[in-house]
């Protein structure tokens, strides 16, 4: 059973930064693709970031530039490092991973979810 925990979302200022953290267990961590996704209230679950098991990254538009995806396969941990945050970032945060290889960026190819972390950016 795959089991994904999500820790260190929070409230912050527009302009700052958090590092949320993502700890798998249930199979072999380091053979599988880790996405971020969020979901705003009223709103659609949307990609974030991802991360392929050679550590290729890809991005929203939205936070390239601002968020950084990250693994360490030791830990079987992914994080996601945000800066510059803005009150349009703020969400639940969910990371997942699916069962077929590579990036996707479609919720719907997402076979395993965390139950989310909160994150609140005040202006």
């Known amino acids: 059973q795959v089991q994904l925990v999500e820790s260190w979302g929070g409230l912050v200022q527009a302009g700052g930064s958090l590092r949320l953290s993502c700890a798998a267990s249930?199979?072999?961590?380091?053979?599988?693709?880790m996405g971020w996704f969020r979901q705003a209230p009223g709103n659609e679950r949307e990609f974030v970031a991802c991360i392929n098991w050679s550590s290729g990254t890809t991005y929203a538009d939205s936070v390239k530039g601002r968020f950084t995806i990250s693994r360490v396969n030791a830990e079987n941990t992914v994080y996601l490092q945000m800066n510059s945050l803005k009150p349009e970032d703020t969400a639940v945060y969910y990371c997942?991973?699916?069962?077929?290889?590579?990036?996707?960026?479609?919720?719907?190819?997402?076979?395993?979810w965390g139950q989310g972390t909160q994150v609140t950016v005040s202006s």
């Open positions: 997942a991973t699916p069962s077929r290889p590579g990036c996707r960026r479609h919720a719907i190819e997402y076979d395993y």
């Open positions: 249930g199979r072999t961590f380091s053979s599988y693709a």
